[in-house]
């Protein structure tokens, strides 16, 4: 067993050559790795600025180039959504705002914080980042698609952000974009501004389409020595499974982005019925607008956990590393995870309860919709149960973990009132939907990745991030954001609806206005309070304190890398070899409360690990 | 599928093979270049856009509220002044197959390091290719002007020429990148850039003969999704 175990020379120890610290003993028969099966990976280096930071095709500066530009749509996103808290908190105040606008704003908040924003931060962010240093690889698969995917991506949002800026603004339609008044005149942005966003959305798509296929190729095909799917870190696993629901799902959108395009340029009429206006009967004729809301909720509900899934795999890894615990059930979480994914392809038409539906259709979707209730019910006992007993730290990023699995018992907790239809059919289009997808797939991936900032970035910046500054912005967004949300849920119940513009003088909404305006306040706050961590990245930056290799004593593989933060290539001259699963924590016998996934069986041969 | 040894990993048949090569490290899919391995995915994902417009089509031809034009009418031509229905459809089918014919035996005489029969084979798959288009073409044009539009068509539901024009157009497009790719790979193999290990002109990776395979696993499922297509639209 390893008595001065140095975890910076870590990476160097190979099968046949393992060197106990103590003892000094090789023993070739339990620390056996079968030899590589694929040769060292051809890398391309950078040679000049451009190529080592524009275009680049190191996947760690790919990914924090998603990252930034996510988190910048992001800050777009919650501008709109702090214009659309003034109009309905102190609509005397924004006396600039049309209901145009108002609409306007709810649809590129809606858009944008799904898509571009979680599912790019996610996937490209994170997901760039961390794949190939978990797996034990030097990079993605294709560097150089994967470089394409980010200027893809940045093109995408680039077109989005296009127009805010052309005749008629974006669009109004809501983030849903049910045809057929997305592209009929009256809603707002129906020419330019519709266009551009089926454009963006199909650019986001391609781009996704290549950086998924690098992610699940270097996860199933590029892993390094001794790395079984089974001892992959969770958030691996996470963000693996929602790449392929991604993969499965962005056709959807693709196509119906596709049709509306033709349906709104050369007056074809997939999606649009007949349709009289003002006494006249227009071109349209004959579409099913059902057939739009089918495809992009064939897209839309899996995408939920698109986002979600990486969510749920990242705070799986955070928890067991502060609370220095092994993760609970490891194995029913990859389940659980697999599981919540191939069901998401079969609840999509809860979304459409009151689209008009064969009963029998909202039973089907009743059913799968709670049957998913099962799985994630699995992950929350797990995640408490790894909690149990164990080390807690309560730091920056265990308080994040804390208050996602909170938030999301709370948002599951209200699905299960809109998954069944009795309930949501008065219950749809209120408040108390806005509270439940907002806390369910807003608020808790966002604590997972205000967790994961503060986690990972010692690795990506090589300094630790001030956690004083990270605690009053954990417990201002915390109780900030159930300020906002619990009162949404009871105006829900009082009959609210989303998406109104003004509550006109209808005598019972006059009960809502003062929690409109007491949500508002508490939307301005939250909001400002996410600047505390621009200010804390860009105050460590300057002159925060150096991180020692691995602060948080974690035993993944990214933490094991040649430099800090990782150089191209990652792991110096030889790539990791791997024994054992990522969660050896507080080992019964071994020295330190963790051993890291390169340690070989001959150096902890009397502890307790168990077989992975 | 006979016993086969990577790197002193036995790989055996069936499920257990399978599921031994699922438990292993490194690679689920052992021997398979990464390239591969994502076109096939890419192609799954791929399938899945197919499907959608063909769903669609589906259930827009069974909703629409004017009877559907009949394909055999609406797709024959005029052989001597007798209507043969699907003839030219049947020939661009023809075309297409024998293309994929052509691919699969550039594939096996590229392994083979056959770079002149390779090279050729190619070649000529690639104007199958152009041959497929160009019918595209010509039958895009007669129906242009028959009057059929995206937005409406003299011969019944508005809904048939969009789905014609969309769904053709999406694979006419597939074919036409295809076809591009070929006489990019045609080029190559007739340098030998196989042979002299030269890099690529924008990734600046190595290649290597499983390009052409890879290649051809996308010409073959543009070949199979015509397959659908020609079931779905022409002959229902």
Redesign the interface.
Not at chain 1, 141 to 145: G, K, L, M, Q, R
Not at chain 1, 220 to 231: D, I, K, P, S, V
Not at chain 1, 266 to 270: A, C, I, V, W
């Given at each position: 067993m390893s008595d001065e175990y140095d975890n910076n020379k870590s990476y160097q120890a190979q099968s046949s050559e393992v060197i106990d610290g103590s003892t000094g003993s090789v023993n070739p028969d339990i620390d056996y790795?079968?030899?590589?099966?694929?040769g060292e990976q051809?890398l391309?280096h950078g040679h000049s600025f451009i190529e080592k930071w524009v275009f680049c095709q190191d996947a760690k500066v790919i990914g924090v180039q998603y990252f930034l530009t996510a988190v910048f749509t992001g800050i777009v996103g919650l501008i709109l959504s702090w214009l659309m808290r003034l109009q309905l908190g102190f609509p005397e105040l924004a006396g600039f705002m049309t209901a145009e606008h108002y609409y306007q704003f709810v649809t590129m908040h809606g858009m944008i914080m799904v898509v571009y924003f979680l599912t790019a931060l996610f996937l490209g962010g994170f997901g760039n980042y961390l794949i190939p240093l978990m797996v034990g690889a030097r990079d993605m698969?294709?560097?150089?698609?994967n470089m394409l995917s980010f200027w893809m991506f940045f093109v995408a949002v680039a077109v989005l952000m296009a127009s805010f800026f052309v005749p008629g603004g974006p669009t109004g339609a809501g983030w849903t974009l049910y045809p057929p008044q997305t592209i009929l005149e009256g809603t707002p942005g129906s020419g330019m501004g519709i266009l551009l966003m089926l454009i963006s959305l199909s650019l986001f798509v391609i781009g996704f389409?290549m950086g998924?296929?690098n992610y699940?190729?270097t996860i199933?095909?590029?892993?390094?020595?001794?790395?079984?799917?089974?001892?992959m870190p969770l958030t691996v696993w996470g963000i693996f499974t929602a790449t392929v629901l991604a993969?499965?799902a962005?056709?959807?959108l693709?196509?119906?982005a596709?049709?509306m395009t033709?349906d709104k340029v050369?007056?074809?009429?997939?999606f649009m019925p007949?349709i009289l206006k003002a006494g006249e009967v227009l071109?349209y004729?004959?579409?099913?607008p059902i057939?739009f809301q089918h495809?992009f909720w064939?897209f839309g509900h899996p995408e939920v956990y698109i986002v979600a899934l990486p969510a749920f795999g990242i705070v799986s890894d955070l928890i067991s590393v502060h609370a220095r615990k092994n993760i609970f059930g490891y194995r029913m979480m990859v389940w659980a995870i697999v599981g919540i994914g191939g069901l998401s392809f079969f609840v999509w038409a809860h979304h459409m309860y009151v689209s008009g539906m064969n009963p029998w259709f909202g039973f089907f979707f009743a059913t799968t919709t709670l049957i998913i209730a099962v799985p994630t019910a699995m992950k929350v006992y797990n995640w408490i149960l790894t909690l149990w007993r164990g080390n807690i730290r309560i730091n920056t990023v265990m308080l994040w973990c804390l208050g996602f699995i909170v938030t999301f018992v709370n948002g599951g907790i209200t699905g299960i009132f809109l998954g069944n239809v009795s309930v949501d059919v008065p219950l749809s289009d209120t408040y108390f939907v806005i509270a439940h997808f907002h806390m369910v797939m807003g608020i808790a991936p966002l604590m997972v990745i205000m967790g994961a900032v503060y986690h990972w970035f010692p690795l990506v910046a090589g300094k630790m991030l001030h956690e004083g500054l990270g605690k009053w912005h954990f417990w201002i967004t915390f109780l900030g954001a159930y300020s906002i949300y619990f009162p949404m849920h009871y105006l829900g119940f009082i009959g609210v609806p989303r998406r109104y513009f003004e509550m006109y003088d209808s005598p019972y909404m006059t009960s809502a206005v003062g929690m409109n305006e007491f949500i508002s306040i508490a939307a301005f706050i939250v909001g400002a309070a996410q600047f505390i961590l621009v200010f804390n990245i860009i105050k460590t930056l300057k002159t925060g304190k150096k991180a020692e290799q691995n602060p948080w004593k974690a035993n993944s593989l990214e933490w094991y890398t040649s430099t800090v933060p990782p150089e191209h290539g990652n792991f110096g001259e030889r790539l990791p070899v791997?024994h054992r699963w990522p969660y050896d924590f507080s080992v019964p016998g071994a020295k330190d409360d963790f051993i890291p996934q390169t340690t070989a069986p001959s150096e902890v041969i009397h502890t307790e690990v168990e077989k992975t | 599928m006979s016993e086969q040894k990577i790197d002193g990993f036995e790989l055996k048949p069936g499920f257990k093979g399978m599921a031994s090569d699922t438990g292993s490290d490194q690679t689920m899919f052992k021997g398979v270049h990464w390239g591969k391995a994502m076109m096939w995915i890419f192609l799954l994902s791929d399938t899945f856009v197919f499907s959608c417009f063909l769903i669609s089509y589906m259930k827009g031809r069974g909703s629409t509220i004017v009877d559907w034009p009949n394909t055999s009418e609406v797709f024959s031509l005029y052989v001597g002044g007798v209507p043969v229905p699907l003839l030219l459809i049947a020939i661009m089918t023809f075309v297409l197959i024998t293309s994929s014919g052509t691919m699969a035996l550039a594939v096996k005489y590229g392994y083979e390091k056959n770079r002149k029969m390779c090279g050729w084979l190619i070649l000529a798959t690639a104007v199958g290719g152009l041959t497929f288009v160009g019918m595209q073409v010509f039958e895009w044009s007669k129906l242009i002007h028959e009057g059929v539009r995206p937005w409406g068509n003299p011969f019944g539901a508005s809904q048939f020429g969009s789905f014609f024009f969309m769904i053709t157009g999406f694979h006419g497009f597939h074919v036409s990148i295809g076809v591009i790719f070929l006489f990019i790979y045609t080029y190559k193999v007739f340098a030998g850039h196989y042979e002299s290990k030269k890099r690529g002109w924008f990734t600046k990776m190595k290649g290597d003969y499983v390009e052409i395979e890879i290649l051809g696993l996308y010409w073959h499922f543009v070949d199979l999704v015509w397959v659908f297509i020609f079931a779905f639209f022409y002959l229902w």
């Open positions: 790795v079968r030899p590589a099966e694929v051809d391309y698969v294709f560097p150089y698609v389409t998924g296929l699940m190729i199933l095909q590029a892993r390094t020595r001794g790395m079984t799917l089974m001892r993969m499965l962005f056709p959807a693709l196509v119906s596709i049709m033709l050369l007056q074809t009429s997939f007949t071109e004729g004959g579409g099913s057939l495809l064939f791997v | -």
